[in-house]
């Protein structure tokens, strides 16, 4: 016959034997069931006579925001080359091997400028409604822009942004902004390289007013920082 002791013994051995492995895979389902962080790529797309370095100051909060480098990627190109011709088809390869990378599914697109065209005929035109989840245009000469007619004469790119040209004609046809893509726009009214200002905003887009800031200060402007990073988690 046992002891009270014994009897006391075992039955607190019965109980570590019953609860603990149900307490581990509770734990464990736990774990198993948290939702992972939905997040996407970044992919920067540069503007006219620019680079990726034009990038810092948004990168730096989007680090802060707890994106890793590996999920931000800034797309480099000669700016002197035709949109619908050689740039957007070489975005679209690009972006292929973010997401092969990465294994995302879909990326988020942030545009300044020029770059804004050639992202957005690459959406429209080259198979990114399939691939891309957030478009942003930073200052982008979406219907033209008249200071363009200054190279024109010489340089392809900028007679893609001349206002009527065949890119921005293309552009505007039928639906502007096109698919399952969210779209956003940040414009300025004392830009002075998009002129009109007007040409900035696109139907169908969230697009944001950022007061009175030159074409490249968007580019560290800290509230309209915030506005991209807080459409990027919409």
């Known amino acids: 016959m046992l002891t009270p002791r014994q009897r006391l013994l075992a039955l607190l051995t019965l109980c570590v034997t019953l609860f603990t492995p149900v307490t581990a895979h509770a734990a464990a389902a736990g774990q198993a069931q948290a939702p992972a962080a ?8 540069h503007g006219y006579n620019a680079d990726p370095g034009v990038w810092g100051s948004l990168r730096a909060d989007l680090r802060a925001d707890g994106y ?3 999920e931000l990627f800034s797309f480099g190109y000669d700016t002197h080359q035709s949109v619908n011709e050689v740039l957007s088809g070489r975005l679209a390869a690009y972006v292929d091997e973010v997401r092969r990378q990465t294994g995302a599914a879909r990326v988020d697109i942030v545009g300044h400028s020029f770059g804004s065209l050639v992202s957005r005929w690459y959406v429209k035109y080259g198979g990114g409604t399939q691939s891309v989840d957030h478009w942003v245009s930073l200052a982008g000469p979406n219907h033209g822009t008249s200071t363009a007619w200054a190279c024109a004469l ?7 942004m001349t206002p009527g040209s065949y890119v921005v004609k ?8 096109p698919g399952a893509v969210k779209y956003a726009t940040f414009w300025s009214d004392c830009d002075e390289v ?3 200002d007007s040409s900035v905003p696109l139907s169908g887009a969230l697009n944001t007013p950022v007061g009175c800031l030159k074409h490249n200060d968007l580019l560290g ?6 506005g991209v990073r807080a459409f990027l988690r919409s």
């Open 194 to 196: 998009v002129n009109p």
């Open 170 to 177: 293309n552009l505007a046809a039928g639906d502007e902004t």
């Open 154 to 160: 010489w340089d392809q790119a900028c007679r893609d």
């Open 38 to 45: 939905a997040r996407n790529p970044v992919v920067f797309v």
């Open 68 to 70: 890793a480098d590996s």
């Open 221 to 226: 402007d800290a509230a309209t920082s915030a």
